[in-house]
Every structure is written in C-alpha cells, then in structure tokens.
C-alpha cells in the first residue's frame, strides 16, 4: 500500500466529511469544548485518522512522508547551517560526563550513537522583512530562539513544522535555529539528545546565551528539558528561557491521565506500532540468538512474541507486587509477565526510567531558566506536564523516589536535590485541548498559546539582556480568527465547570484577557492558569485538586497494568494483521546477521533498533538524496501562510505603509534562497 499524498487524501476524505455532519448534526455535545469550532474539530479528527493511517506502514515511510520537502514563501528567509565537528565533540564529552561510567556502560558505549550517515545541520528561518532590518541594523542585539520538533522521537521534520516555526519568528520578530536531529529507533536515546545539545552549543559559540530562547514540542520539548539539565549540571551558559509545549517527559507512562478516556486527543491510546520492517520492531535478544543459529524464528500463529507468562501463580491481593524500576516485568492478572519487545521506539525497557530519558525523574528540576508550560487539558499526557511543572517550581514538595536516586552511580541526582533553587514557571492549561495545540495553528486554542509563547519569549529575553522587546497585539493587526468566533456559542453560560484535569473543576479567581502583554507576577516560584475557550484566563485550583500531584514518589516512572494491557492487545493485533511481513523480515534478518556487521567498534554494544550495529568497516558519511515536494504538508502549511498574509497586511497598513525593508524585500523577490539538496 502506498504512503504518498493522494493515499493519505484518500482514506481521510470519508473522515473529514463524516466529521463535517456530525460537527452540525450533533452540535450540543460539542458544547463548551474547542470543538465547537469545525476546524479544530476537523483538525483534531484529521490528525487521529492520520496516525491510524500511518500506523498501517513501516517506520521508514512514515519518517518519509513526514520529512518530505515543503516549500516556503516569499516572505520567509530561510539558510542552511551545517554544524562544526568541534561543537559535536564538546557535545559528546558533556553527555559522557553527565551519563556517567555506569550511564555510558547502560546505553552500549561511548562511540555507536556518534555515528551519523549525513552531516548533523540546522534551518534558519526568519520573516523576511526582519531579517533586511537585521542586516541592514548590524546593532541590533540578536534574538534567536532554538526549537526541537516533535514526533515521539521517530518522525517529524523542520519541513513538516516549518510553518509553525515561521510563526514563532513572525510573533517574537526572531530568528528561529531548528535542529534536523537524528530520529529513532535507527538513532535511539542518546543520539537525538547529543545532535540537538552540539546545535546549543554552535548557537553560543555565535551569540550570548542570554539572547536565545529555547522551545520545543512533545518529545521535542522532553529533549529541551533534558539538554538544560545537562548544561545545568556541565556548568554550561544557559539560555534566557524555555518554552515546553505539551512536553513529553515520562515514557514509563505512569501518570492517571494515560489510563483516562482521550476523546479531546489524537494520540493512540495503545501507544506507536507500525508495519514490521527492518528498523522497527527490533528483535529480542531471543530472535537474535535464534537468527545466528539459524532457527527459524517466531511462529505468527503463536502468541504474540516477547510475551512470557513466567510463573502460573496467583499473586496475593494483600501483598502488594515489587514495582520493576527497570520496567521489564509487570504483574497482570496474577501472573508476571516478562516484556521483552521493546515498548518505545526512542530507547530500551530498561532505559525508559533513565533521567535522561523521562526527565520527570531528575533528581531535582530547578535551577534552571524561567520555563513556560503549555498544556492541553484533553490531551493524554497532561498529568506528567502538570506535575513537571510543580517538581520544577517546588523540588522539595515532589521529590523523586530515594530508590530511584540510589540506581544513579554518580551521585549527581542525589546531590542535586537541595543543590538547585526552584525554577521559575508559568503553568497554562487550556480547557479540553488536544496535545501541541500549535499543530492546528489556523484554530483560536493555537493564536492563544502563540501569543503566551511570544509574551514569554519577550520577556524573558528582556529580563536577560537588558533590552526591551515589544510584541505587537494590536486585534486590527492580529486578529484572533473572525472565521472560528462564529463557530463559537458566546450565549453559553461562562460560569459552567470544565474538566482540565480529568475530573470537574470550578472556574475560579479574577478572569484576565488572554491577549494581556504583561507577564503576571510569579506567586512561590509559579503563574497557574487556566484559559477556556474563550481565552479567558483564570487561576488554577489548589495542588489538592490534581490527582497527579497527589501520587506518590514511588509511584512515578513505574509502568501500569492499564496502558501495557492496551499495547499488548494492539501488539497481538498487528502481528497477526502483518504476520507475512513479519516472517519476511525476520527471514532478512537471519540473514544479515550471517553477515559481516561489526558494528561501530570493539566493545561497544549498540541498541537492536540502532543502525550504528548493522554499520561496515567501509560505511562513510553520505550524503542525502534530494528530496521530492509534499503537496500534503505543503496544503496543511498554506492554511496558516493565508492567515499571516493578510496579518502582515494589516501590519503594514497599520504602519502607515512604513517599513525601511520593503523596498528590499521587492529588490530580493528574486533572491535564490538557500536551501537543503
């Protein structure tokens, strides 16, 4: 089955139009939530049909399709830098120092994750307009945020999430460095993390750090996190502030919130699987020692593989199970099961819990830059978010589990505890959003969190360098959205009760616009908001009212029996789906590892999924093939590109028609414009 555009238009047309008439025929449960706006309705309803799309193909053509090249406008400069070598290894060295001997041992050596087929290289992207003022104002103190793409760390691109980068840069009136980093599960954990921490480190070999802001989305956002700890810990310059959208920060999925009904989201409730292929699934330790013997491997008529009911005994109700901190085993229906399938693409079983990796786990999370949270309170993974928030503005109050502190052999989790003053951070949760918002950049929930994310960056960057930064809200400029205020029942009653947290909580305190330019006073290290809506912000409830902020530490960074069960079932259902694909690659599997693969060197024991372990002595770097145009993203883009077009008019004709770039936006309209071949 085909992976391109008009197969992706195929099966979501049914999807989009069913959701058309139920979005007007079913009007009154929509009621109260964003999806009383069709386009985020259909936004939502198109991303989720998507990933169940996607899911049906290998791992390889979902990254295609996904990093297809998506072509930019006029009104956007866009340059390709590829990073030095001496900004990777000083990258290397501070992961080694932060990892560990013990660490380095856990992920398979210090080498294999430094092997990469193509150079490690980063997108400028700038409006147009401000990068003429730039240039031609050499005085003009830089402004540049870093943003790492989301994906769950196996897909993404800067192509795909380019336009809401552009949008980034046209609100904050900065440039925007976005990292094409490596992605798993052929470069798992620590590989992403070491491309996106050598990208920082070009970045202030360049510029005062005090001068960047750093974002990023989901997993995007969870790699964020871990590279501040790092620089935090190596006594590297930190940046102005961070953003963190709808950050993905506990892979063990251990919060309350995973095991809730996700009807607001558009994340899988059973997790990511995709067709069998050679990068993913990996084979178990089992299969590979069964390939080398030349066994034929697991019989798809069989019980899933990597399932092993190892004792028969009913566990006792009263005796409460030993949690696996390596999470290799759970207890399920009375029975232990051992799961030797490798659950998340981006690193190991064994290494979901590491802190690096779910940094929900840090020791401690403070002493770092002021840090935005934005969350969707639909979205699955808003407990891990709300308690990161709360860990990092309050150590002490939501300490990480002492067993846990004593696995890390360095020491450093243990000393960091009382070592780091708590973090600055505004929390933000938006009623019944789905996760990253910001996708669905054309809806009022997404203009909403631009504007917070640009107010944030301003600020920040102000409180660093000294220099005043404005951010224009002026609504004849930058109208919310004319179009989605009419999908909206403004009659509703606004005092009724929403459900942000997974249960009902009243909408309390003072309400505030949501196009306020101020930052609001951090009262105990925090700025806790809820927006409806309407962009109405309100304070949160008390810490008592969240039941993640109620779990115990012990507790977190331990998988549940609720979201494996759901996997497992997935899992049987896609091995027998693709049972011949399955046993197709095993069979190619068999016979590659009768090959000569040395892997990278001597001692190094590179991750299954990792394709550092299949690599010859005379791989070398590659260049990348020329990639085609996505008329598929390059559609979704020009949704939001509309909307800016005529945003910019409006600027424009705001200004009196005065801008000392315009001219040389006419002079460059011919411009060839750097781009990646």
Not at 278 to 296: N, V
Not at 313 to 331: E, M, Y
Request: proline letters at 8%; a neutral charge.
């Amino acid at each position: 089955m085909p992976f391109n555009t008009f197969s992706v238009a195929a099966a979501t047309t049914p999807t989009v139009i069913a959701t058309a008439l139920a979005h007007y025929l079913d009007r009154n449960s929509l009621k109260g939530t964003p999806r009383s706006s069709l386009s985020y309705h259909e936004g939502v309803e198109l991303i989720k049909k998507f990933m169940e799309y996607a899911s049906n193909h290998t791992v390889e053509q979902f990254q295609a399709f996904t990093s297809q090249y998506v072509p930019h406008p006029i009104s956007v400069h866009v340059e390709i830098t590829t990073i030095p070598l001496e900004c990777l290894d000083k990258s290397a060295q501070h992961v080694i120092d932060q990892l560990g001997p013990d660490g380095v041992e856990k992920v398979g050596g210090k080498a294999w994750w430094r092997w990469r087929p193509k150079e490690l290289s980063a997108e400028w992207i700038e409006m147009r307009k401000d990068y003429w003022h730039r240039t031609r104002h050499p005085e003009r103190p830089p402004r540049t945020m870093l943003y790492v793409h989301g994906g769950a760390y196996f897909f993404g691109s800067v192509d795909e999430h380019r336009y809401q980068l552009q949008r980034h840069a046209r609100k904050l009136q900065a440039r925007v460095f976005a990292p094409r980093y490596r992605l798993a599960p052929q470069f798992p954990f620590p590989c992403g993390l070491y491309d996106v921490l050598a990208c920082y480190l070009y970045l202030i070999s360049q510029q005062p750090p005090g001068t960047i802001v750093l974002a990023g989305d989901s997993a995007g956002g969870g790699m964020i996190l871990s590279m501040m700890i790092i620089l935090r810990d190596q006594g590297v310059p930190l940046p102005a502030g961070a953003v963190l959208i709808s950050p993905w920060v506990d892979l063990c999925h251990s919060f309350p919130s995973l095991v809730q009904e996700n009807k607001h989201d558009f994340i899988p409730p059973h997790g990511f699987l995709q067709k069998p292929s050679l990068a993913w699934p990996p084979p178990t330790m089992d299969d590979i020692e069964a390939a080398k013997l030349g066994i034929t491997l697991s019989n798809p008529t069989s019980p899933p593989v990597g399932f092993e009911m190892v004792s028969e005994q009913i566990v006792d109700p009263k005796v409460p199970v030993k949690p696996s901190r390596r999470n290799t085993s759970i207890a399920i229906d009375g029975k232990t099961i051992i799961l030797k399938d490798q659950i998340q693409m981006y690193t190991t079983n064994d290494l979901m819990s590491h802190p690096l990796v779910s940094p929900i786990l840090q020791g401690s999370l403070g002493g770092l830059p002021p840090l935005l949270v934005l969350t969707g309170g639909g979205e699955v993974l808003r407990d891990e978010q709300i308690y990161l928030a709360h860990k990092a503005a309050n150590p002490a109050t939501y300490p990480t589990w002492e067993g846990h502190l004593a696995d890390d052999q360095t020491g450093r989790q243990k000393a960091s505890v009382d070592k780091w003053p708590p973090t600055k951070v505004w929390l933000q949760i938006y009623d019944d959003c789905c996760h990253v918002t910001p996708t669905l950049s054309f809806t009022r929930p997404a203009k909403f969190m631009y504007r917070a994310i640009a107010h944030f960056g301003a600020w920040a960057l102000t409180n660093a360098t000294h220099t005043k930064i404005e951010v224009v809200e002026d609504d004849d400029i930058s109208i919310i959205s004319s179009s989605d205020s009419a999908n909206f029942d403004e009659s509703e009653d606004d005092n009724s009760t929403t459900e942000p947290t997974g249960h009902k909580l009243q909408q309390r305190g003072t309400i505030r616009d949501a196009d306020s330019t101020n930052v609001p006073p951090f009262e105990k290290n925090m700025i806790r908001q809820q927006i409806d809506r309407h962009g109405r912000i309100f304070d949160l409830p008390p810490p008592s009212e969240f039941l993640a902020l109620q779990m115990k530490p012990e507790e977190i960074g331990v998988i549940k029996e609720t979201p494996v069960r759901r996997w497992m079932a997935a899992k049987e259902k896609w091995d027998t789906k693709f049972a011949a694909a399955k046993k197709e690659v095993q069979r190619r599997r068999a016979k590659e590892l009768a090959s000569e693969f040395v892997g990278t060197r001597e001692g190094e024991r590179p991750p299954p999924s990792a394709a550092a372990g299949r690599i010859r002595k005379d791989d070398v770097l590659v260049e990348s093939e020329k990639k085609k145009p996505s008329l598929g993203l390059k559609w979704w883009s020009s949704m939001g590109y509309s909307h800016d077009e005529k945003t910019m008019a409006r600027e424009k004709k705001a200004m009196g028609g005065q801008n000392d770039s315009n001219t040389e936006m006419t002079k460059d309209s011919g411009e060839a414009v750097v781009s990646e071949t």
